[in-house]
């Protein structure tokens, strides 16, 4: 940061890993110098796959770095940096090296996507983001961040020996990843304070693990966040506008989860670096988070068919006009009614997350929950799914029309395509939901004819 008399940085702390109850220690333990931006870093999973790293195996995380703001030595300027990485690296093949090499060079650039307006500051609010690398083959990796302001003074009678530091990430990354619902407990040893035990838990219900739907609630209404669902479950343009990154992160994330059990396969971009707004004027679906400060740029580019969402106030710049009737009118007022039964103040967040995601998890039950069906399997071995009787085995002519548009989509495309190359029975929460329903329209069916 430019000179004072006491040096001030702005650094990240960020990562690549999965959210856990209890996930970072009460005592967070960083790097031994410039600390304090550390990116955790780990493959996303889509749906169960899980992406390869280059040691092999499931870790928590695949790197841990501090991003820096660094003074350039011949302008008064300033640009990210790593300044510590952990773990380093050897004896990588020549394209393992590169790929790193591309992966690190990306990462500083996310951490402060705010452009080049790094004044210098006396105080920044600790703020935590996310955002989303996609490499050319598609897959993600998701960087957790933490960005803090350091004074150094501080930071040097803080500061924890690296004979501390580097058995605890070690122990952290080579601990066996838990399945859902399952804890893994490290051991700790803080100077002044022992050894402690940390246990990490990680959430029996994996499809909400990244998310927490609170600021998408503080946000916008019941009714947007319909819109918006409707919106991308047809795949259109979609950009969040908001001061700040957190809210931004948290509700595009919140958002794409809503599709589950889909994936969103396109343009993901949490919080978009000053330097790729671009992407907002590109034809093809997007999913994109833009800080409030680039509203006028965003609002003059040549876009086309944009769901432009105002987080900050809670409106809808842009539209296309017709967000309300993608969706069968019916299944509308079931979420809409579920969703407005209320949500409590004591509901902890895994509560408050099942209470948003249920009702548009049974939307996708009652219109495409009998898919398995349909997928027809031959001796060789081979499967196909069997399009056109599937959306014509719906009675109802509005789910009929809305479930004929939606197969078209990457989304659905994606999902039968795994479930063709599947050789085991559908399982998991999502037939989970299907079975339920299924066995409650069975118990229905009595009922009808009695009173008839």
């Not at 790293?53 to 770095?65: D, K, P, R, S, T």
């Not at 978009?272 to 994109?288: G, Q, Y």
Request: charged content about 25%; overall charge neutral.
């Amino acid at each position: 940061m430019p000179s004072r008399p006491k040096k001030m940085e702005r650094q990240v702390v960020g990562g690549i890993l999965r959210r856990f109850r209890n996930w970072l220690p009460r005592h967070g333990a960083g790097p031994p110098q410039d600390n304090l931006g550390e990116v955790v870093k780990e493959p996303e999973r889509a749906q169960e796959h899980c992406l390869p790293n280059f040691a092999g195996g499931q870790h928590f995380f695949e790197y841990l770095l501090v991003v820096s703001l660094k003074k350039k030595p011949s302008v008064d300027d300033y640009e990210p940096t790593i300044t510590y990485q952990f773990p380093k690296r050897e004896n990588l093949l020549r394209g393992q090296q590169e790929e790193e090499e591309r992966l690190l060079g990306a990462i500083p650039l996310f951490c402060f996507p705010d452009g080049n307006e790094w004044a210098p500051l006396t105080e920044y609010p600790r703020e935590t983001f996310s955002f989303v690398l996609t490499n050319v083959d598609g897959s993600r990796k998701i960087g957790y961040c933490r960005r803090l302001l350091i004074l150094d003074e501080v930071e040097k009678r803080h500061q924890i020996s690296m004979a501390v530091i580097y058995p605890f990430m070690q122990g952290l990354r080579e601990a066996a990843f838990p399945a859902p619902g399952k804890t893994v407990t490290l051991k700790s040893f803080i100077p002044d304070s022992g050894t402690e035990f940390i246990s990490l838990t990680r959430p029996l219900d994996s499809h909400l693990e990244h998310v927490d739907f609170s600021s998408l609630l503080r946000c916008l209404s019941f009714e947007q966040i319909l819109q918006i669902f409707a919106s991308a479950v047809l795949e259109r343009r979609i950009i969040f506008l908001a001061e700040g990154l957190s809210t931004l992160s948290q509700c595009i994330h919140a958002a794409a989860a809503l599709l589950y059990p889909f994936s969103w396969a396109h343009t993901y971009i949490p919080v978009v670096p000053e330097s790729l707004l671009a992407t907002v004027c590109c034809p093809t679906p997007f999913m994109v988070g833009v800080q409030m400060r680039f509203r006028q740029e965003v609002m003059e580019s040549p876009m086309e068919e944009v769901l432009l969402v105002n987080l900050c106030e809670g409106t809808f710049l842009m539209s296309v006009g017709d967000e309300k009737d993608i969706l069968p009118p019916k299944l509308q007022e079931d979420i809409l009614e579920s969703l407005g039964q209320g949500i409590k103040g004591s509901q902890t967040s895994e509560q408050i997350n099942e209470h948003v995601s249920g009702p548009f998890v049974q939307f996708f039950v009652k219109t495409v929950g009998h898919y398995a069906s349909y997928i027809k399997r031959e001796a060789n071995g081979q499967s196909h799914f069997q399009e056109r009787a599937f959306y014509k085995a719906l009675t109802s002519k509005a789910n009929r029309r809305f479930v004929k548009k939606f197969v078209k989509t990457q989304l659905f495309s994606l999902f039968i395509q795994e479930a063709e190359k599947s050789k085991n029975p559908p399982a998991g929460y999502f037939q989970q939901k299907i079975l339920e329903y299924e066995e409650r329209k069975k118990q229905k069916k009595p009922k009808e004819k009695t009173l008839k």
